[in-house]
């Protein structure tokens, strides 16, 4: 019986090899030398992982294709040298059941050279890296250009010297909302609006004067519906395919030199720049301005210059207007107007504003923000109309504080401009930003009503002794405390929790073990100094001196261990705390004019920080100055003397629990804070995002 894969062989770029079950090589198409490294007929009963290094690893899969368990294999861009002109030979390698009667368990591997297609895939990818440079070194191939013209995400307009366009792409197309049957012809002077179009008509004289050149520079192309999009351009002569011949008029147009650009739609981060430009400068003038007289003029002329509109207006109730009631026609009136100087048409100064327009009055009732495209007319009292005066877009944005209704901001344009919620948003806060400034005399006096409430919040950030201290003498504090016992302690594991569990949950269990933490502070009298992160500093025999700081402290310390103890039983959670004591002299006190802060300097506080970060998660480490203060009551272990950076050598010790005493005969029930106490809403958190781990 004749083997059907005999006729393989007869299709270009494809090779086959039949083995047996003991992967022998019992037949092969005839030009399998440049894949196995020998001729046909020599590579007959030869081992084929000895041929094909490839195989290796793959014989489990093999035998699944023999048993009828896997149909076949693919191996993609197997390479093989030829030496004749030191190049590369590429084969995709394909695995099936051999159905010929004459070798059970045998299979057959067809082999296809796709070196061409391969070279074609880097002939493109080298080919999409380079266009933005150079477009002429592309292949002249119809079929690479229009591969190149479908993938490109760039708008692409090729015209001859004179501007025609040629070709496009079909982002061009979508940019400017055009068939390519309306563009093609069109100059491509014609789509611009701004002065850098004479830049293209000028193109030939460039290329003549300077032959082939690269130009960058930013256009604003208008499309068919009156859409303006901002590109950025990069443009390039293209000479054409010499390799065509002169003589074949067919390629007459080809080898004539063209024009290339190269535009990426810039319009978004444009328009989002003019939006923070504007924002930027409502910031800066609420913030220098003395009133809001003062500030108006330069608000509306920064809104205007910012977001490049040619308008922009304030309107404000007349008196006894300013509530906003719905369905109630409040008349307003135009405090203040800013008009771009570039204007032609000047007949927007002459115009009377004592009447708003039925838009302005619309938004003033609703109490919304209102885009309107298209505008045809101004309604009465504006003296002139839309069309006359070459307005076509307008925005209404109301300026509100709370629920009080303070005026309108409009905004006025000659272009036509689609509606962006982006801008409305701006406009949007901009106007809660002015709003806010325009009620400061309103704050201020509520703030002094708020002064009581403040001195609270003072005593709950600074002792009361550094308070009453500060408000009697607003200067810099600075006291010296001979030996005082400072604790630094670290969420171990935190780091990892904060990528598992959003912002928001992370502040809030952050909160939940610093406000247990906070309530042995108090417990034990001591001063809580300061958090940085998920890190907590205490300390112990300030501001008021006490004998037994080192021991209160070793009592909080013990706690807090406690606390996470009791929150990984409750979550399932492995979080764990280490923890640094050091007792010495300090200065402690309020520097500064602004957020006071009741701090500590000294070496002192350099070293607890030290012997926390050396410590162990799950270890309370002291040192030896704390050790010699604590050791009649507590238990401790000597981890002996290792070198602190900054410190050299020094001999600490780990606080392991309490002394046992006579009085004492079970632990205190009451001591875990009651903020942990029946409180599970952190522990369900912490279970649902790390699913019991």
Same mark, same amino acid.
């Given at each position: 019986?004749?083997?059907?894969?005999?006729?393989?062989?007869?299709?270009?770029?494809?090779?086959?090899?039949?083995?047996?079950?003991?992967?022998?090589?019992?037949?092969?198409?005839?030009?399998?030398?440049?894949?196995? @490294?020998?001729?046909?007929?020599?590579?007959?009963?030869?081992?084929?992982?000895?041929?094909?290094?490839?195989?290796?690893? $793959?014989?489990?899969?093999?035998?699944?294709i023999r048993d009828g368990g896997?149909?076949?294999?693919?191996?993609?861009?197997?390479?093989?040298?030829?030496?004749?002109?030191?190049? !590369?030979?590429?084969?995709?390698?394909?695995?099936?059941?051999?159905?010929?009667?004459?070798?059970?368990?045998?299979?057959?591997?067809?082999?296809?050279?796709?070196?061409? #297609?391969?070279?074609?895939?880097?002939? !493109?990818?080298?080919?999409?890296?380079?266009?933005?440079?150079?477009?002429?070194?592309?292949?002249?191939?119809?079929?690479?250009?229009?591969?190149?013209?479908?993938?490109?995400?760039?708008?692409?307009?090729?015209?001859?010297?004179?501007?025609?366009?040629?070709?496009?792409?079909?982002?061009? $197309?979508?940019? =400017?909302?055009?068939?390519?049957?309306?563009?093609? *012809?069109?100059?491509?002077?014609?789509?611009?609006?701004?002065?850098?179009?004479?830049?293209?008509?000028?193109?030939?004289?460039?290329?003549?004067?300077?032959?082939?050149?690269? #130009?960058?520079?930013?256009?604003?192309?208008?499309?068919?519906?009156?859409?303006?999009?901002?590109?950025?351009?990069?443009?390039?002569?293209?000479? *054409?395919?010499?390799?065509?011949?002169?003589?074949?008029?067919?390629?007459?147009?080809?080898?004539?030199?063209?024009?290339?650009?190269?535009?990426?739609?810039?319009?978004?981060?444009?328009?989002? %720049?003019?939006?923070?430009?504007?924002?930027?400068?409502?910031?800066?003038?609420?913030?220098?301005?003395?009133?809001?007289?003062?500030? $108006?003029?330069? !608000?509306?002329?920064?809104?205007?210059?910012?977001?490049?509109?040619?308008?922009?207006?304030?309107?404000?109730?007349?008196?006894?207007?300013?509530?906003?009631?719905?369905?109630?026609?409040?008349?307003?009136?135009?405090?203040?107007?800013?008009?771009?100087?570039?204007?032609?048409?000047?007949?927007?100064?002459?115009?009377?504003?004592?009447?708003?327009?039925?838009?302005?009055?619309?938004?003033?009732?609703?109490?919304?923000?209102?885009?309107?495209?298209? !505008?045809?007319?101004?309604?009465?009292g504006r003296g002139a109309n839309?069309?006359?005066?070459?307005?076509?877009?307008?925005?209404?944005?109301?300026?509100?504080?709370?629920?009080?209704?303070?005026?309108?901001?409009?905004?006025?344009?000659?272009?036509?401009?689609?509606?962006?919620?982006?801008?409305?948003?701006?406009?949007?806060?901009?106007?809660?930003?002015?709003?806010?400034?325009?009620?400061?005399?309103?704050?201020?006096?509520?703030?002094?009503?708020?002064?009581?409430?403040?001195?609270?919040?003072?005593?709950?950030?600074?002792?009361?002794?550094?308070?009453?201290?500060?408000?009697?003498?607003?200067?810099?504090?600075a006291e010296h405390y001979e030996?005082?016992?400072?604790?630094?302690?670290?969420?171990?594991?935190?780091?990892?929790?904060?990528?598992?569990?959003?912002?928001?949950?992370?502040?809030?269990?952050?909160?939940?073990?610093?406000?247990?933490?906070?309530?042995?502070?108090? #417990?034990?009298?001591?001063?809580?100094?300061?958090?940085?992160?998920?890190?907590?500093?205490?300390?112990?025999?300030?501001?008021?001196?006490?004998?037994?700081?080192?021991?209160?402290?070793?009592?909080?310390?013990?706690?807090?261990?406690?606390?996470?103890?009791?929150?990984?039983?409750?979550?399932?959670?492995?979080?764990?705390?280490?923890?640094?004591?050091?007792? @010495?002299?300090?200065?402690?006190?309020?520097?500064?004019?602004?957020?006071?802060?009741?701090?500590?300097?000294?070496?002192?506080?350099?070293?607890?920080?030290?012997?926390?970060?050396?410590?162990?998660?799950?270890?309370? %480490?002291?040192?030896?100055?704390?050790?010699?203060?604590?050791?009649?009551?507590?238990?401790?272990?000597?981890?002996?003397?290792?070198?602190?950076?900054?410190?050299?050598?020094?001999?600490?010790?780990?606080?392991?629990?309490?002394?046992?005493?006579?009085?004492?005969?079970?632990?205190?029930?009451?001591? =875990?804070?009651?903020?942990?106490? *029946?409180?599970?809403?952190?522990?369900?958190?912490?279970?649902?995002?790390?699913?019991?781990?």
């Amino acid at each position: 019986m004749s083997r059907p894969l005999l006729q393989l062989s007869l299709l270009p770029h494809l090779e086959y090899i039949a083995i047996d079950a003991r992967s022998r090589v019992v037949e092969t198409s005839s030009n399998v030398q440049t894949i196995v @490294g020998m001729a046909a007929e020599s590579a007959i009963d030869q081992d084929i992982f000895e041929l094909l290094p490839e195989l290796f690893g $793959l014989e489990v899969l093999m035998d699944q294709i023999r048993d009828g368990g896997e149909s076949y294999f693919e191996l993609k861009a197997i390479t093989r040298l030829i030496e004749a002109n030191s190049s !590369l030979d590429y084969w995709d390698l394909y695995i099936i059941q051999d159905n010929y009667p004459h070798n059970p368990q045998g299979l057959v591997l067809l082999l296809e050279n796709v070196t061409d #297609r391969m070279s074609l895939e880097q002939t !493109l990818v080298q080919a999409s890296n380079e266009l933005a440079l150079n477009v002429a070194k592309l292949s002249a191939s119809e079929a690479q250009i229009e591969q190149i013209l479908r993938s490109m995400p760039d708008s692409l307009f090729v015209t001859n010297l004179s501007g025609e366009i040629l070709r496009v792409n079909q982002v061009s $197309l979508d940019l =400017l909302d055009y068939e390519e049957s309306e563009m093609i *012809g069109l100059s491509f002077s014609e789509l611009m609006t701004d002065k850098n179009s004479e830049l293209v008509d000028n193109q030939r004289f460039l290329f003549e004067e300077a032959g082939e050149i690269i #130009r960058q520079f930013e256009l604003t192309l208008e499309g068919k519906h009156e859409k303006l999009s901002i590109v950025s351009f990069t443009c390039s002569v293209f000479s *054409g395919n010499e390799d065509q011949g002169e003589d074949s008029s067919s390629f007459a147009e080809e080898v004539q030199p063209k024009l290339i650009y190269i535009g990426r739609d810039i319009t978004k981060s444009y328009l989002a %720049q003019r939006r923070l430009m504007a924002h930027n400068t409502v910031t800066q003038v609420l913030s220098q301005a003395q009133g809001f007289v003062d500030a $108006l003029p330069k !608000l509306l002329q920064g809104l205007g210059e910012g977001l490049d509109w040619d308008i922009c207006e304030f309107w404000q109730p007349l008196s006894n207007a300013s509530s906003v009631q719905p369905n109630v026609s409040n008349e307003l009136r135009c405090v203040d107007i800013w008009i771009n100087p570039a204007l032609a048409n000047e007949d927007w100064i002459n115009i009377s504003f004592r009447y708003s327009c039925n838009w302005i009055r619309e938004s003033w009732v609703k109490q919304t923000s209102i885009w309107l495209s298209d !505008l045809e007319e101004i309604p009465s009292g504006r003296g002139a109309n839309a069309a006359e005066l070459g307005i076509k877009t307008g925005v209404f944005c109301p300026l509100t504080f709370g629920e009080e209704g303070l005026g309108i901001i409009s905004l006025f344009s000659k272009q036509s401009l689609a509606e962006d919620k982006e801008l409305l948003q701006m406009m949007n806060t901009a106007s809660n930003q002015i709003g806010q400034f325009f009620q400061r005399k309103l704050a201020e006096e509520a703030l002094k009503l708020e002064q009581r409430k403040t001195e609270r919040l003072l005593l709950n950030i600074l002792p009361a002794s550094i308070a009453n201290q500060l408000k009697d003498t607003p200067t810099t504090i600075a006291e010296h405390y001979e030996t005082v016992t400072i604790l630094f302690a670290d969420i171990v594991g935190f780091t990892k929790l904060s990528t598992q569990i959003s912002a928001t949950e992370l502040v809030k269990l952050l909160n939940y073990i610093f406000s247990a933490f906070d309530q042995l502070t108090e #417990r034990y009298e001591l001063e809580k100094i300061k958090t940085i992160g998920d890190a907590y500093m205490v300390a112990g025999g300030l501001p008021i001196t006490r004998l037994d700081h080192a021991e209160a402290i070793a009592e909080m310390a013990l706690d807090m261990q406690q606390v996470i103890t009791e929150l990984n039983r409750q979550a399932g959670s492995s979080l764990d705390i280490r923890i640094g004591i050091h007792s @010495g002299p300090v200065v402690a006190g309020v520097i500064g004019l602004k957020k006071f802060v009741y701090d500590l300097w000294g070496d002192t506080v350099n070293t607890a920080s030290r012997m926390e970060s050396y410590s162990l998660p799950g270890k309370i %480490q002291v040192s030896q100055q704390t050790y010699e203060l604590v050791k009649r009551r507590f238990i401790l272990t000597q981890r002996g003397s290792m070198e602190v950076k900054g410190k050299g050598y020094m001999t600490t010790y780990f606080l392991l629990g309490r002394r046992p005493r006579k009085q004492q005969t079970q632990a205190n029930p009451k001591r =875990l804070p009651p903020i942990l106490q *029946g409180n599970m809403e952190i522990a369900d958190l912490i279970r649902q995002k790390l699913g019991q781990q």
